[in-house]
């Protein structure tokens, strides 16, 4: 029977096992919408996000939470989190690691729905949280290795900030997509859709139809 940890916080040793859970999950949600991914493009992407995760499991408004396989040690599920901070000081911490850090670039290879997309989901972020900025948790990545999923990773994962969130007044934010299996996960966990979310067309990467993203808040509970 599978014995899985309760959220604990992650190392720098971590790093390359959340590349590989994540990149996984990536190939997992574009399997049939893109073009699949050769092997050196593949190796490319994990190299990029071991870098990128080396950099930001230090930084110091993120927070991740890991879920380890009791019987290997090894991280099978992991989420990161934005701290609540003004859209302003967001910017300036950027600006200071952009500043102390060196460029992690994306390898290259096809073209990235995500990247079209990103825009409108900010947008659609802005839209949702207003102008000055609810603060808020924002939700990064949720990944969970195939091998381990349906065991209850995912929604200790998702609840991690809660406590914190509603003692402090203040709401838990992602987005997601609309006909993915993670969106009754999040709605189990408290997180309501709010509008209709953003749309591209998936002709361009390689797929077909429509993708749509949208947003889901979680207002936090009065009295906790």
Same mark, same amino acid.
């Given at each position: 029977?599978? =014995?899985?940890?309760? @959220? ?6 971590d790093? /390359? $096992?959340?590349?590989r859970? &994540?990149?996984?999950? *990536? ?29 930001d ?40 690691? =952009?500043?102390?850090? @060196? ?7 096809? /073209? $990235?729905?995500?990247?079209? &997309?990103?825009?409108? *989901? ?12 609810w ?35 203040v ?10 299996p ?43």
């Amino acid at each position: 029977m599978m =014995r899985l940890s309760d @959220p604990v916080q992650p190392t720098l040793c971590d790093a /390359p $096992s959340l590349a590989r859970i &994540l990149s996984t999950s *990536i190939d997992d949600k574009n399997e049939g919408k893109v073009t699949t991914p050769s092997e050196e493009e593949t190796k490319k992407q994990l190299a990029f996000l071991t870098t990128m995760f080396e950099r930001d499991l230090t930084h110091p408004y993120r927070r991740y939470w890991v879920i380890r396989d009791l019987e290997s040690g090894d991280s099978v599920s992991f989420i990161s989190w934005a701290l609540p901070v003004t859209e302003e000081k967001e910017e300036r911490v950027r600006e200071e690691r =952009r500043k102390t850090l @060196p460029p992690v670039d994306a390898p290259e290879g096809p /073209p $990235s729905y995500m990247n079209d &997309l990103m825009p409108k *989901i900010e947008e659609m972020r802005r839209g949702i949280l207003g102008v000055p900025r609810w603060l808020n948790w924002y939700c990064g990545n949720l990944a969970t290795d195939p091998k381990y999923q349906r065991h209850g990773a995912a929604s200790k994962l998702i609840r991690t900030p809660f406590e914190e969130a509603d003692r402090e007044g203040v709401a838990c934010y992602l987005d997601t997509d609309l006909h993915g299996p993670a969106i009754e996960l999040y709605k189990r966990n408290g997180f309501k859709q709010v509008g209709e979310g953003v749309s591209i067309g998936m002709e361009p990467y390689g797929g077909q139809g429509i993708h749509t993203h949208v947003g889901l808040i979680r207002e936090p509970k009065k009295n906790a």
